[in-house]
């Protein structure tokens, strides 16, 4: 699997950026879509998931600011976040987990870096 990230940049705080990750590849695999984040000198954290069956889980700080979504069609999941805060500035990374006769794989695309500042 092979995931491509697009949207991220700089925007000022209070306002809105959109994330998408297309896949390509052994899509039919893929059971969970998510984004992660990376601050420096920080482990990643999960910004939101969203599996194949439409569960949803969203990680405490972007509840209600942050909207994921996946279009099967297109193979490509978004990321909508709004209400943006400084602290929201990271490198954001498109995550597919996949299952294969039972075994689990993680595939991470490259980074794309969100700053939200003035």
């Known amino acids: 699997v092979q995931l491509q990230a697009f949207g991220g940049g700089l925007v000022q705080p209070g306002g809105s950026l959109r994330l998408s990750c297309a896949a390509s590849?052994?899509?039919?695999?893929?059971?969970?879509m998510g984004w992660y984040r990376k601050f420096p000198e920080k482990m990643r954290e999960l910004v939101a998931d969203?599996?194949?069956?439409?569960?949803?889980n969203y990680g405490d700080s972007v509840k209600g600011r942050f909207t994921i979504s996946r279009d099967n069609a297109k193979n490509t999941q978004y990321l909508q976040m709004s209400s943006l805060k400084p602290e929201d500035s990271a490198v954001y990374y498109c995550?597919?987990?996949?299952?294969?006769?039972?075994?689990?794989?993680?595939?991470w695309g490259r980074g794309t870096q969100v700053t939200v500042s003035s």
């Open positions: 969203i599996s194949s069956d439409g569960s949803i």
């Open positions: 590849g052994n899509i039919a695999s893929i059971k969970i």
């Open positions: 995550n597919a987990d996949t299952e294969i006769n039972g075994d689990y794989y993680g595939y």
